[in-house]
């Protein structure tokens, strides 16, 4: 019913930066709070930031300063603005999104939807 996809993943040295965008497509009605996660190999999924509808947004203790989370409502696109990239932040990057769409039959429905992960990898 809803997809997400991310993009602007890639390899960056330290201190690089990289734009990630994901956009929602499908029967939207609308998108709630959208979060970016990531997931190191061997580490547990971890939220890096997130956004309101409203916009208020909230960053993670290891990102801030560094990553700006931002989102085009007319577009159902969120970004992540990654500035001054360090070998830790080398991880897939998921996006999420809490969407209230039309079913095939109709409905208005609300769920959790993920996207594919895009990999961010930071290394000289």
């Known amino acids: 019913q809803v997809q997400l996809v991310e993009s602007g993943g890639g390899l960056v040295q330290p201190g690089g930066s990289l734009r990630l965008s994901c956009a929602a497509s499908?029967?939207?009605?609308?998108?709630?709070?959208m979060n970016w996660y990531r997931q190191a190999p061997g580490k547990q999924r971890e939220l890096v930031a997130s956004?309101?509808?409203?916009?208020?947004?909230n960053c993670g203790d290891s990102v801030k300063g560094r990553f700006t989370i931002s989102r085009d409502n007319a577009k159902n696109t969120m970004y992540l603005q990654m500035n001054s990239l360090k070998p830790e932040d080398t991880a897939v990057y998921y996006c999420?999104?809490?969407?209230?769409?039309?079913?095939?039959?109709?409905?208005?429905?609300?769920?959790?939807?993920w996207g594919q992960g895009t990999q961010v990898t930071v290394s000289s």
């Open positions: 999420n999104a809490d969407v209230r769409y039309i079913n095939r039959l109709g409905y208005q429905r609300q769920g959790d939807y």
């Open positions: 499908g029967r939207i009605v609308s998108i709630n709070d």
């Open positions: 956004i309101t509808s409203g916009g208020t947004t």
